[in-house]
Structures are given as C-alpha cells and as structure tokens.
C-alpha cells in the first residue's frame, strides 16, 4: 500500500494494487501511523491491501460496540458514519449503505451521521474525482463485515451455539434451528468484548445476496432539506457572530494602496474595517479589505461604499481577444510533444482524405448554487471553523498556515456543501474566514457575493484545437493530429484541467497519433471542473470523429466501434484503464435505447458520443431538433452507463441525470471572458444558466457490470457536449466547432 497526495491538494489516498484513481498523480507526501490504530485487511484479489480504520475497542464492561470508525451500535440502535463532505452527490447516503450491506442491518434501523474531520480514524476524507465509491468500496464493505462477524460471535455465546449455525438479518442474529433470534442491540455491548476477525476470514456477502444495494434509497437528509434544517454552511449561526465580507482586486495580483476605511467604520452597522496583506498565495489568501458588521446586509452595503485604491503594478492583463487572436495565429504551427505514436506523416501523405479543423472553448464558471461562506471563531490560539469545503483536511492546514499556528490548534466541522463540482477543492475561502476572525477577535461569518463568485472563480480553462484528421481509401480513420494551445500561470505547466495527457483518445486506438501542447501565459486561477480536461476533450474529440465519419460517408457509429476495435484493456493489469468491449457495449447500448438510424423529420437529428473519464465508461444519444433560426431543442438523451455494480440507484440516476442537464446548460450559453485582467460576467443575468423548461428527458440505461465500481458525478457530462452537436450537424449540415454555442448564433 502507498499513500499519495491528492493533486495540489495536500489529502492522502490510497493506492490500490498500485494504482491510484484517476485524479490523484503526483507525490507529495507518506504519511505514517500506528498499526495498533488500524484493523488490517488482507486476501484481496490481486494481492492488494486495504485499511478499515478502526477506533479504541470498548471496555468490556459493555461500552457500545464500535469495531471501527464506520459504525457504532449501543441499545440505542444503530448509527453508521459518512466520512466524506456531502456537495449534493449523494454519498451521505451511499457510503453506509456500503456498511449497512455487509452488516446486514435494516436500513430503516440506522441512523446516519456525518462523521467528524479525523485523518487517524477516517484517513483521507474529501469529495472529488469520482473516486468515493472506488476508494471506499472495498474498506466499506469489510468494515460491515468485521462487525457483523462479531455479531455472530457475540451471539454464538450468548445462545451456546456454534457460530457456523447463525445468520444474520435485518439487524438480528437468527438461530434457524431453534427459532430464536437476537437483536443487534441487544447484543452490542458483548459484541464489544468479541476479538475482532483476521481480514482473511471474512466473508463479504455475494451480489446475489444483496438486498439494499442497487435498490433505490432516498437520501438520508431529504427530509431535513425540505424543512429548511440548518445544514449547510451558509445556515450556520453562533452567539457572538459578526458577519464580514472581502473586497479583493478584480485583477488578480493587485494589493491595497489605501481605502476609505475610517468613512466605512462610520456606517450603521459596521463593526470594523481593515486591510489584509495575504500571504503570498493566490489559492489562500488575496490582499484585500475585509468589513466586519452586525447583519450581512450592513456587511454588504458597507462593501459596496468602499473606496480602494489597487496598486496594479504586477496585476494580470489577462484578455480572451487576445488569446483567441494569438491561438488562431499559433494553431499551425508546432507545440510540446504529448503523444507520439505510429507513424503520422506517412499516414498523411498516403491518405485519400485529409481534414482540417479549428475548435475552441471559453472559461466557464462553477456557478455553485452556495456562494462561498465560512464561519471561523479564534479564541485562545485555536481555530474553529464551520466550512462547507471538498478538501476538509487541506482546509485545516491551510488555514493554521496562514495564521502561523499548529494544524493540531485547527478544528473543522463539516457542513452541507450547496454544490462544488470543484470549486470547492480550494479553501481560500477558509483561509480569508481564518484571517479576518483571528484579526477582528470575534467570531465571524464570512459570505461571498453572487459577484465574488463569479469574480474569483478557479475557472475551468478555456482551450483551443487545430485538428487534422487522415482517412485511408476505405474511410478508415489512419491518422490524428492535434495541436492544443491552452494556458499556463508559471510558464512551465499548464493550468489545472487545461493539459493533455499522453492517454488522451484516441491515443493507443488510432494507429498514428501526433498530439502537441502549447500554452498561452495567464493569471487568472484555474482548476478542477467537474470531469476536469475531460469536459472539454470529449467535446472536441468526439466532435472532430464525427467530422472524420462525415467526410467518409459513412455511419458515426460504425465509425466510432470501429476505432474502439477489439476487446481489450488500453493499459494491460490496469482496471482501471479504458476496457474497449465496455466501451463497445455501452455505445451499443445507446444507439439501441435511442432508435439509432430511426428516420427523423427535416431539422431534426440524432448525435452519438463516447467518453471515458474517472474510469466510468459512457455513451449518449442526443434527440435535438433545430429551427430555421437556430433554436435548439435537446428532446431526449439516452445514456448508457458502464460503472460496475449501482450503490444506490436512485442517487446513480440522479448523478446521470445531473450530469446531462449540466453539461447542456455549460455548452448552451455559458462564458466567461476577460479584459484588462478582469472577469466580464459578474453574475446570472450575464451567464444564462438552463431553465427548467429546456430541460430534456434523460432516460438511463446501466450495465449490469461485476467490474469494480467508480464514481459517477463526472463521467456522464464529457459525452454530453458532442453528442448534442453532432445532433445538430444530423439536423442542420452545420457543423459547431465553439462552446458555447450561442457563440455561432445557436440558442435554446
């Protein structure tokens, strides 16, 4: 077992059988703990080792039974822990569900209850990548397991039977022969005293047993959301609290001058006014001006009465014409070498076709429906915040580090996130809540506004791409050139989600493959995007195949099984790598759902795209009709999924669904561009999100897959984008090369 930092973002995972989930490369550190704070696992396939982490057994005077830090059963019922941040994926409900399987316990006994931030007892905790349900599912499961094994034992003494004469169900222990049954309650505190099972003996329940997994279950706190329960962090109040806002630079590297602090100090309301230096880093904390009141409205008003004056000296100048100006200037020539296989010229210069094309995508926002908030007390040189954050561990030491004190002095309490799909990966947030607590001496409520949001996004990266495609004689696809410009905030790497990699498709399909990087210079912030790089590859890649499989006159479909090939996994002993025969079926599987070659009237058509991302493989058909004025109408999309066994179906639906109505809504109409260093949109009048009555039906087909599972918050939005515009090419002849679409006179 390894344990390796998540990508510039401080966490640790776990490396499985050598690999590490897709979002997490990169070494940062090892961390070491004591064996004795850890049950160990072992015996799984492929010689890997796994760690349920276990908290201090209770005495055996008969504390609760708490085999693990997953679980606790006392005669109070049963209580299962969600270790990772809820941002609306659904895993508050799905990780104990994982336990509650194995433990075989009723799912109406349990009670839920999001676990504390604990990296000894829980490891890595965090929401990002996809990676909860593949990361968590095997520790999960032995977690239910080991308490279930010492149920029985438990039992098994009480009864003077043997262990081997039991089973167990819906939260009871049952002695067949005999007809008696135990509550897990009742046995709890004498489970507590059980010796807890070596990892080889136990015995994970087989598919064909389960009864919670892969039903639906609504989410554990639906019922608290409907009433408007205090759960996210924006809900969160104390006594004592002050509310405080942040003015920063609209171009990103400016500092304070000066600014009208006494005159803002004299407002109704306003507590205090100061400005605050930051610490040097962007992704922590930003010079600015922070007002601490009495009401979030005082806070707010006093902010829009400040006067500052930004010294700009070394303020960036980012500018979207520009960039678009110098990419379409760059496009033929060549880049950094990413991919290099086969023999590509040769390929060119044999081909009967050649075909040539120039796709770009602007920055987007997230746009999260919680603007950014945290609420920071600091007394006594402890820290306590309240933080609805993806990243609760790298939140904790990156607030102590710009206050100077000892991670150990940092308490967080997880809340609720009002979405993420990224954004919240980066705690600058915390850390500006940490600063203008520790220097205003009361606790404090830090709220970002609809417009700090948009202006101080982590933006996905725009990108652009100088396509060349070759087709042999029989409009085989022989060749694929790719020159990517993107951008870069040092100079030497490009900017989160904005860099190709060397397994991007059609690499290891497509016989000769040349790609190529170039990046622009940049200083607005980049980052995670939900399915970051992927969001934006699936659209070009998928786009461009279905202009190759235009030029050759022949069916996208054929053309797409046809590049996938044979059966096989893309990297050998990799799981986790691209499988071409899931791939295959799943692309089936859509084209079938959908009517796949069905006549359709005039200005209607069908789209189909494939991607593979966070190892999840999905397809999609688009049902879109055009209009003589270019309105789009997206009628339907048919998914086809591939993750290995479904969790919780009701939140795999949900996460698909989710996924589809994002997706449209991003390459629909939404932009942000950027002029003298500043973002121009700076709130939803300006960035057009999807209404409801544009939304389309999404109907959601799964493989009945026995493959290891993987998360499903990402993959289903890449496919998305491509196969809606390959829609509109079925429908109009029209081919859009530029998300949003809007940019070429579409609309919804």
Same mark, same amino acid.
């Given at each position: 077992m390894s344990t390796l930092s998540y990508a510039g973002i401080g966490e640790t995972v776990l490396a499985v059988n050598g690999e590490l989930p897709a979002t997490a490369q990169g070494v940062a550190s090892v961390a070491k703990v004591d064996r004795r704070e850890f049950l160990k696992l072992t015996g799984l396939a492929g010689g890997g080792l796994l760690l349920a982490f276990s908290l201090p057994r209770a005495a055996a005077s008969g504390g609760p039974f708490a085999p693990n830090g997953y679980l606790r059963i006392d005669e109070t019922g049963v209580t299962l822990y969600a270790k990772n941040p809820e941002i609306g994926q659904g895993v508050k409900t799905s990780l104990p569900m994982i336990v509650a399987e194995e433990l075989d316990v009723a799912w109406r006994d349990v009670k839920v209850?999001?676990?504390?931030?604990?990296?000894?007892?829980?490891?890595?905790?965090?929401?990002?990548?996809? $990676?909860?349900?593949?990361?968590?599912?095997?520790?999960?499961?032995?977690?239910g397991a080991t308490g279930r094994a010492m149920l029985v034992a438990a039992a098994a003494s009480k009864l003077a039977v043997p262990a081997e004469e039991l089973a167990t169900l819906d939260s009871h222990v049952v002695h067949e022969a005999s007809g008696r049954k135990l509550a897990y309650t009742e046995i709890a505190a004498l489970a507590a005293t059980m010796p807890v099972p070596d990892g080889k003996s136990l015995r994970l329940k087989p598919r064909a047993d389960w009864k919670l997994l892969g039903t639906r279950v609504t989410g554990v706190d639906n019922e608290a959301l409907v009433r408007g329960e205090p759960l996210f962090g924006i809900d969160q109040t104390m006594p004592g609290m002050?509310?405080?806002? =942040?003015? &920063?630079?609209?171009?990103?590297?400016?500092?304070? &001058?000066?600014?009208?602090?006494?005159?803002? &100090?004299?407002?109704? !309301?306003?507590?205090?006014?100061?400005?605050?230096?930051?610490? !040097?880093?962007?992704?922590?904390?930003?010079?600015?001006?922070?007002?601490?009141?009495?009401?979030?409205?005082?806070?707010?008003?006093?902010?829009?009465?400040?006067?500052?004056?930004?010294?700009?000296?070394?303020?960036?100048?980012?500018?979207?014409?520009?960039?678009?100006?110098?990419?379409?200037?760059?496009?033929?020539?060549?880049?950094?070498?990413?991919?290099?296989?086969?023999?590509v010229d040769a390929a060119f210069s044999a081909a009967d076709k050649r075909i040539d094309a120039f796709y770009k995508y602007h920055f987007v926002s997230h746009a999260q429906?919680?603007?950014?908030?945290?609420?920071?007390? %600091?007394?006594?040189?402890?820290?306590?915040?309240?933080?609805?954050?993806?990243?609760?561990?790298?939140?904790?030491?990156?607030?102590?580090?710009?206050?100077?004190?000892?991670?150990?002095k940092v308490t967080l309490n997880q809340t609720r996130c009002g979405g993420g799909f990224g954004r919240r990966l980066y705690n600058d947030f915390v850390c500006e809540a940490a600063a203008i607590a520790q220097r205003a001496g009361v606790p404090v409520k830090l709220l970002w506004t609809r417009e700090d949001d948009m202006a101080f996004d982590l933006y996905r990266a725009g990108g652009f791409h100088r396509f060349e495609g070759a087709l042999?004689?029989?409009?085989?696809?022989?060749?694929?050139?790719? *020159? %990517?410009? $993107?951008?870069?905030?040092?100079?030497?790497?490009?900017?989160?989600?904005?860099?190709?990699?060397?397994?991007?498709?059609?690499? !290891?399909?497509?016989?000769?493959?040349?790609?190529?990087?170039?990046?622009?210079?940049?200083? *607005?912030?980049?980052?995670?995007?939900?399915?970051? !790089?992927?969001?934006? %590859?699936? %659209?070009?890649?998928?786009?461009?195949?279905?202009?190759?499989?235009?030029?050759?006159?022949?069916?996208?479909?054929?053309?797409?099984?046809?590049?996938?090939?044979?059966?096989?996994?893309?990297?050998?002993?990799?799981?986790?790598?691209?499988n071409t025969g899931r791939a295959a079926g799943v692309v089936k599987l859509a084209a079938e759902q959908a009517g796949w070659g069905r006549k359709l009237p005039k200005g209607r058509g069908l789209g189909l795209a494939f991607y593979f991302s966070h190892a999840g493989h999905i397809a999609e058909v688009a049902d879109v009709s055009v209009s003589a004025d270019r309105k789009v109408a997206v009628h339907k999309v048919t998914v086809a999924a591939d993750v290995g066994p479904i969790v919780n179906l009701s939140g795999a639906?949900?996460?698909?669904?989710?996924?589809?109505?994002?997706?449209?809504?991003?390459?629909?109409?939404?932009?942000? $561009?950027f002029e003298n260093g500043r973002a121009e949109q700076s709130n939803f009048d300006q960035y057009p999100l999807l209404r409801i009555p544009a939304t389309p039906q999404v109907a959601v087909h799964f493989v009945d897959s026995d493959h290891s599972p993987t998360g499903l918050?990402?993959?289903?939005?890449?496919?998305?984008?491509?196969?809606?515009?390959?829609?509109?090419?079925?429908?109009?002849? *029209?081919?859009?090369? $530029?998300?949003?679409?809007?940019?070429?006179? =579409?609309?919804?």
């Open positions: 209850v999001q676990a504390a931030v604990d990296r000894r007892r829980y490891g890595m905790q965090f929401a990002g990548g996809s $990676t909860a349900i593949p990361m968590n599912w095997e520790p999960l499961r032995r977690a002050k509310h405080a806002v =942040y003015a &920063k630079c609209p171009a990103i590297g400016g500092t304070v &001058k000066s600014a009208n602090l006494d005159a803002i &100090k004299a407002m109704p !309301g306003v507590v205090d006014a100061f400005a605050l230096e930051g610490n !040097g880093n962007a992704g922590q904390l930003l010079p600015g001006v922070a007002v601490v009141a009495e009401s979030t409205w005082a806070a707010i008003r006093a902010k829009r009465a400040l006067e500052v004056d930004w010294d700009e000296t070394d303020a960036g100048k980012d500018s979207w014409r520009a960039a678009e100006a110098e990419a379409e200037r760059l496009a033929g020539e060549s880049g950094r070498p990413v991919v290099n296989q086969g023999d429906l919680e603007p950014q908030n945290c609420t920071a007390r %600091f007394h006594d040189g402890a820290l306590e915040l309240w933080a609805p954050t993806q990243t609760p561990g790298s939140a904790i030491n990156d607030a102590a580090g710009v206050l100077g004190i000892s991670p150990a042999d004689s029989d409009g085989r696809v022989s060749g694929w050139r790719d *020159h %990517f410009i $993107t951008f870069t905030n040092d100079g030497r790497r490009p900017v989160g989600g904005g860099s190709l990699g060397p397994g991007v498709f059609p690499a !290891g399909l497509v016989a000769n493959v040349r790609c190529e990087q170039t990046a622009l210079p940049w200083q *607005h912030r980049c980052a995670a995007w939900r399915a970051p !790089g992927s969001n934006v %590859f699936g %659209f070009v890649v998928g786009s461009f195949l279905d202009e190759l499989a235009a030029a050759a006159g022949r069916d996208p479909l054929e053309v797409l099984l046809e590049v996938l090939g044979e059966p096989r996994l893309l990297r050998p002993g990799n799981p986790r790598s691209l639906e949900n996460q698909v669904e989710g996924s589809v109505v994002d997706g449209l809504s991003t390459m629909l109409g939404l932009s942000v $561009t918050g990402e993959p289903a939005l890449p496919p998305l984008a491509p196969a809606v515009c390959n829609a509109i090419f079925a429908a109009t002849g *029209h081919r859009v090369r $530029t998300l949003p679409i809007s940019m070429e006179g =579409y609309s919804a």
